[in-house]
């Protein structure tokens, strides 16, 4: 399951990293293009606050309970219409409060007033008209009723220490009195009044301090200003940040994107998925190339191009085809050594094989739509290349197109022969390619499948199989043709050739389960990035012109040892 997501995001690797790109760029264009802009800050206390003595705990959760009001009082329509008349504003309420952010602090009982906008002047401004509002609102304000007790408090204090001052003068005169006086009845009268106006002067201050403790305690309702805004600083808009979140999401919405056509598109698009799903071994991976609308030599890559990527793909696809196919049945147990001509030092004897046991390769595409003999002719030609006797056979009886691609189409073929019990088999030589036969198609047949599966077909390969090293079979999409099934478990190997994006994963599990039902050998899979389409000639489905005798071999063809052919191959495989 990792793979396959690692899978999804290497082929999706562009959407992600484009729509990162596209989304950090447009947001990055879009914030240096606009204007700056400013912030400022008024801040509030609300409750008894610290200019309480013995502030009481009730009163500091009635405080904070009361911000909470003033908070939302803040952004109050009449709040809002008082900010406006008073500076003035050519905006309207909603305006307004979308500039205005209220923060509370219920554990310092401190209340936030931030004001955004593009002119720091009237900013600062509106962040203090709105604290001034929420003070003018309270009872503390400058014109509230608590404000006029302490101004009241304040003149009766203000009394009182007048009196307490002419209090002592008149007792320091009384006791000077005291002190000059020799007469009896004037001394007592001047105690007596000593003694009154001590009492009153006591009296005086006790009031006093009632009155000051008065003043300097805290009224629960009440907001004062403690830091007022004075200047507007420029908001940080955080560019690299903002950037940075723009990219990661566009970076998820991609990767959501891609995940989702991955859920819904279930067809194998990479060689690596292709090996995942199917637990066969990948043969190889033909890169995209161009053909020639035309038959003969210049039609086949392997041909015109060995040099090439593809050309290469197919070249590889032979090699793997003889060591897992072809030696392994070939030059395995099932061959016994022949005496050969005197060899080099540590050169071993070539193994020989016996009479028909030369391997026929089936090689059949999965897609409905799709031609397998591409593929099989170009695989031809390599192993052709290489020294090795190859013959083609198309046995696509549905839409044949082998014989389209060679240009002998309207040759003798396979057809005739399934039909024809009495007739030799023998394939077309190919003059431009030497060691390379094909045995087209043949004319339509209307039971294609009966004759496919019969035990004429069992001869023919024999026949076949005597004629050359090895037998590529082109065959009907796998997926739509129950005749190359049964082909496929009467040869020696199949190769699944896989389109890209042309088959679901589930089908490809059914096709290999049901291959492997029929005990069909599966050498392995070719990822084709090619499609269907490239095979640009329709094939003549005409009737067949009877093909000329077969010229026999040349002597020194015939006297050719089949080991000096296989010898460098051999050689570098180790055999």
């Known amino acids: 399951m990792e793979q396959r997501y690692f899978l999804i995001i290497r082929r999706w690797f562009w959407l992600i990293l484009l729509a990162a790109i596209f989304t950090s760029g447009i947001t990055y264009v879009l914030l240096r293009n606009q204007p700056p802009t400013y912030t400022a800050k008024a801040r509030l206390i609300v409750g008894p606050g610290i200019d309480s003595p013995n502030p009481d705990l009730n009163d500091l959760r009635t405080g904070g309970q009361l911000m909470q009001t003033y908070a939302e009082l803040a952004t109050t329509r009449p709040v809002l219409e008082s900010v406006i008349q008073e500076l003035n504003l050519d905006l309207s309420p909603d305006d307004l409060k979308r500039k205005i952010k209220v ?11 931030r004001v955004t906008d593009a002119d720091p002047r009237l900013t600062a401004d509106i962040a203090n008209a709105v604290a001034e509002s929420l003070v003018g609102m309270s009872p503390s304000g400058t014109d509230g009723p608590e404000d006029q ?25 009384l006791e000077a009195k005291l002190q000059t006086t020799t ?34 305690s805290s009224y629960t309702n009440q907001v004062k200003i403690i830091e007022p805004a ?36 279930d067809t194998v698009k990479t060689p690596e998925e292709l090996a995942h799903v199917t637990g066969v071994p990948l043969l190889g991976t033909i890169s995209k190339y161009k053909v020639q609308n035309s038959s003969g030599p210049q039609r086949f890559l392997a041909y015109v191009a060995p040099d090439s990527a593809a050309a290469a793909a197919y070249q590889t696809i032979g090699t793997k085809l003889l060591l897992s196919g072809y030696v392994a049945k070939v030059y395995g147990s099932e061959y016994q050594a022949e005496e050969s001509p005197a060899h080099d030092g540590d050169e071993q004897p070539l193994a020989i094989p016996e009479t028909n046991k030369v391997p026929a390769v089936l090689v059949g595409d999965t897609d409905t739509d799709g031609d397998a003999g591409e593929v099989a002719s170009n695989l031809a030609i390599a192993l052709a290349q290489s020294g090795h006797r190859v013959v083609l056979v198309d046995a696509n009886l549905h839409n044949p197109t082998i014989g389209a691609l060679f240009g002998i189409a309207g040759q003798y073929g396979l057809s005739n022969l399934l039909v024809d019990t009495k007739s030799p088999v023998h394939p077309v030589p190919v003059d431009w390619m030497p060691g390379l036969s094909v045995l087209p198609a043949g004319p339509s047949l209307s039971n294609p499948f009966e004759l496919l599966t019969s035990s ?6 024999y026949a076949l199989k005597h004629q ?3 037998v590529i079979v082109a065959a009907a999409p796998l997926l739509s043709s129950a005749d190359s099934l049964i082909l496929a478990s009467r040869v020696d190997g199949v190769v699944v050739t896989v389109k890209q994006g042309k088959i679901s994963r589930t089908a490809l599990k059914e096709l290999i389960a049901s291959l492997r039902t029929l005990n069909a050998y599966i050498l392995g899979a070719v990822f084709d990035y090619n499609k269907a389409s490239r095979t ?14 077969p010229t026999p071999p040349k002597e020194s063809r015939r006297q050719e040892p089949r080991e000096a052919k296989r010898r460098p191959l051999l050689k570098s495989l180790k055999l």
């Open 456 to 461: 004429r077909m069992v001869d023919i390969w």
């Open 468 to 470: 050359a090293d090895i």
């Open 183 to 216: 007469i009896p009845a004037e001394e007592r009268l001047i105690l007596e009044q000593i003694a009154q106006e001590r009492g009153r002067l006591t009296e005086a201050r006790r009031t006093l301090a009632t009155l000051y403790q008065t003043i300097q």
């Open 103 to 113: 923060k509370t602090d219920t554990e310092t009982q401190i209340l936030n007033i």
């Open 149 to 173: 007790i302490k101004q009241q408090i304040q003149k009766q204090a203000i009394k009182l220490e007048e009196d307490i001052r002419s209090s002592e003068a008149l007792l320091a005169e």
């Open 230 to 265: 004075v200047t507007a600083e420029p908001v940080d808009a955080n560019l690299r940040l903002t950037v940075l979140l723009a990219g990661m999401f566009g970076l998820m919405l991609a990767l959501g994107i891609a995940f989702l056509f991955e859920y819904l598109d």
């Open 536 to 549: 640009l000639l329709l094939p003549d489905r005409s009737a067949a012109q009877p093909m000329p005798a």
